[in-house]
């Protein structure tokens, strides 16, 4: 099993910034992916941003230019750096981890219990 804890959320003003930080613990291989989805209420949850534990990154376009996400692999944490905030990223964060046992398992994922991002208009 894979736990994450993750950290960082809170209220921030419009143009301001917040880390989250996301550390995995437990059953960790060493080839995985990690990111940020996040889910704000009645829509569904979309990617953020992830990154492989080769350090490719991969962002939506709703935060390309403010965002910026990257990893402590020896600490097994992801981290992701929000600038100039908007209303419209808030939202749960959730920090997700991807892995597979072997190359011919299956991709197993997990999932954190979330941290609230608030940013009001």
């Known amino acids: 099993q894979v736990q994450l804890v993750e950290s960082g959320g809170g209220l921030v003003q419009p143009g301001g910034s917040l880390r989250l930080s996301c550390a995995a613990s437990g059953m960790l291989f060493v080839i995985n992916t990690m990111g940020w989805y996040r889910q704000a209420p009645g829509n569904q949850r979309e990617l953020v941003a992830d990154?492989?534990?080769?350090?490719?990154?991969n962002y939506a376009d709703s935060g390309k230019g403010r965002f910026t996400i990257s990893r402590d692999s020896a600490a097994n944490t992801v981290f992701l750096q929000m600038n100039s905030l908007k209303p419209e990223d808030t939202a749960v964060y959730y920090c997700n981890l991807a892995q597979r046992s072997s190359p011919w398992n299956p991709l197993v994922e997990y999932w954190g219990q979330g941290t609230q991002v608030t940013v009001p208009s």
């Open positions: 990154i492989t534990s080769r350090g490719r990154t």
